[in-house]
């Protein structure tokens, strides 16, 4: 089994990469999308969303990152694809999942599950362009408004020599309401001969036993349960407990430290709170702590706040 940290745009940064592979037995990470559309982009737009690549492209832990792409232009992906290699990376993942609008109106993330012979192309032009030795894995939804074309599409991106296939078990439609369709997943599996990864829902390891069932996949990517309890990939693949409270309120704090040393400190007030949003999933008592600050917007006052919750 492996356990893979999923991509989520404005969460899952390389602060957050750091923290959580710190915590957990991760095997993969994968990057934030980097937006291609007309050009090669320069090696700063790479580092900025993957500074591991400073790092062998890895996390300070040791976990590998692998690069994640968006697009729908098959050249511009492979150059740029091409371009992520040369600075260090060790592998690209392609984003075919993004349900936003922002990215859907332009044909990018799930909006291309519609076409399955430009997923066709886009695969079969990046995997030209990156060495044979380095993986380019994709990630898919199961449909756009219904949950169809899933076995054409994953076979499209087989057959365009893609290395692995990460699903999340919904439709664009579905966003991320439950249920996730993990028997869906089994049949994408069946037919595949590559590694296929099951995603979505999945918050405890009740359900990462249940998830693999159903799917009949052995790998697992997590996300936003990778958040709401910070040491679920431990509790996978270890058995251990899930963290306690007070271990939390440490981990916020290490986070903190992170954050305003960093080039993100900004940020901080609204990373917080969008961090303890999912920690109110599995602990009650983060909801009466996001309520204390919810109306605070300077860092150190949240700062102090948290070192009274010790």
Request: with cysteine; glycine share 6%; aromatic share 6%.
């Amino acid at each position: 089994m492996r356990l893979i940290l999923a991509p989520m745009e404005g969460v899952l940064d390389h602060l957050m990469r750091d923290l959580l592979t710190r915590l957990n037995p991760y095997d993969l990470c994968v990057t934030e999308f980097v937006r291609v559309v007309d050009m090669r982009l320069p090696a700063r737009v790479f580092h900025r969303l993957c500074p591991e690549l400073h790092h062998g492209c890895k996390t300070p832990s040791g976990t590998p990152v692998r690069i994640q792409l968006l697009g729908q232009d098959a050249n511009w992906l492979a150059e740029n694809a091409a371009q992520a290699i040369n600075l260090g990376a060790g592998g690209i993942d392609l984003n075919f999942g993004c349900p936003a609008k922002t990215v859907n109106k332009h044909r990018g993330g799930a909006a291309l599950l519609a076409d399955s012979e430009q997923l066709y192309r886009i695969g079969r032009a990046v995997r030209a362009a990156v060495p044979a030795h380095l993986p380019v894995s994709a990630k898919i939804r199961l449909g756009l408004e219904q949950r169809d074309r899933y076995l054409e599409n994953s076979q499209a991106l087989a057959e365009a020599g893609i290395t692995e296939l990460a699903v999340h078990a919904r439709s664009k439609k579905d966003g991320y309401r439950p249920p996730a369709y993990w028997p869906l997943v089994a049949q994408i599996k069946h037919q595949l001969t590559i590694p296929v990864i099951v995603n979505g829902e999945i918050w405890n390891a009740a359900h990462a036993v249940q998830a693999q069932a159903e799917s009949q996949c052995s790998d697992i990517m997590l996300g936003r349960g990778a958040l709401a309890l910070p040491n679920l990939a431990d509790t996978i693949k270890t058995g251990t407990a899930p963290l306690p409270w007070n271990e939390v309120i440490d981990l916020l704090l290490d986070y903190s430290a992170l954050e305003v040393e960093g080039n993100k400190a900004v940020y901080y007030p609204n990373r917080i709170k969008q961090w303890l949003n999912y920690l109110k999933l599995q602990y009650p008592e983060a909801q009466e702590l996001f309520t204390a600050i919810r109306t605070l917007k300077h860092t150190e006052e949240i700062r102090s706040l948290l070192r009274k919750q010790l």
